[in-house]
């Protein structure tokens, strides 16, 4: 999809030049958790100051499929697809797509901004061959992020602990 849907979001291709509007993204992200008292997930700092972060991103937007959402020409979210998980979720024996770096500029929440992005995501698995489309998770805060992709019809896969056994996390996953 490279246009408006109905709510008004614009989701498009993203590459190396977008990786400025990435950071921004997760930062704002991170300074909205700080906001919430919700310094688990993230930490407090802004992650664009995170080596390992840009690394990441970098890596995501030109070895995988990165996505931007846009409301009224300005970037509201961001995705990043990729063919496998990261390091610490372990592999599957088929083909998949995965999710990485889901996130919403606060300035646009509560839009449906990362809804659509995440039936962008279905869309692009199925367009690709593909039928299972995971994501990993923070788990904690009584579960609220696992519950928001639960009612992206993701269901749980299996718990895993990241950062020494101090990051809950939840692995998800959807048959498209």
């Given at each position: 999809?490279?246009?408006?849907?109905?709510?008004?979001?614009?989701?498009?291709?993203?590459?190396?030049?977008?990786?400025?509007?990435?950071?921004?993204?997760?930062?704002?992200?991170?300074?909205?958790?700080?906001?919430?008292?919700?310094?688990?997930?993230?930490?407090?700092e802004?992650?664009?100051?995170?080596?390992?972060t840009?690394?990441?991103?970098?890596?995501?937007?030109?070895?995988?499929?990165?996505?931007?959402a846009?409301?009224g020409?300005?970037?509201?979210?961001?995705?990043?697809?990729?063919?496998?998980?990261?390091?610490?979720?372990?592999?599957?024996?088929?083909?998949?797509?995965?999710?990485?770096?889901?996130?919403?500029?606060?300035?646009?929440?509560?839009?449906?901004?990362?809804?659509?992005l995440?039936?962008?995501?279905?869309a692009?698995?199925?367009a690709?061959?593909?039928?299972l489309?995971?994501?990993?998770?923070f788990?904690?805060?009584?579960g609220?992020?696992?519950?928001?992709?639960?009612?992206?019809?993701?269901?749980?896969?299996?718990?895993f602990?990241?950062?020494d056994?101090?990051?809950?996390?939840?692995?998800?996953?959807q048959?498209v």
């Amino acid at each position: 999809m490279d246009g408006l849907d109905r709510t008004g979001i614009r989701i498009r291709a993203a590459g190396p030049a977008d990786i400025p509007a990435y950071l921004g993204i997760l930062d704002s992200a991170v300074a909205w958790l700080v906001s919430q008292g919700r310094t688990e997930q993230w930490g407090t700092e802004p992650l664009s100051r995170s080596p390992r972060t840009v690394e990441l991103i970098e890596k995501y937007v030109t070895t995988g499929w990165p996505w931007i959402a846009e409301v009224g020409g300005e970037p509201a979210g961001m995705l990043l697809l990729s063919d496998g998980p990261a390091s610490y979720v372990p592999a599957v024996d088929e083909p998949e797509r995965y999710v990485h770096f889901l996130a919403t500029d606060s300035r646009f929440a509560g839009l449906g901004v990362g809804r659509a992005l995440l039936g962008h995501a279905v869309a692009e698995a199925r367009a690709a061959g593909v039928s299972l489309l995971r994501v990993d998770c923070f788990a904690g805060y009584e579960g609220k992020l696992v519950a928001y992709y639960e009612s992206n019809g993701f269901r749980r896969a299996q718990s895993f602990t990241a950062k020494d056994g101090t990051w809950p996390g939840q692995v998800l996953e959807q048959r498209v």
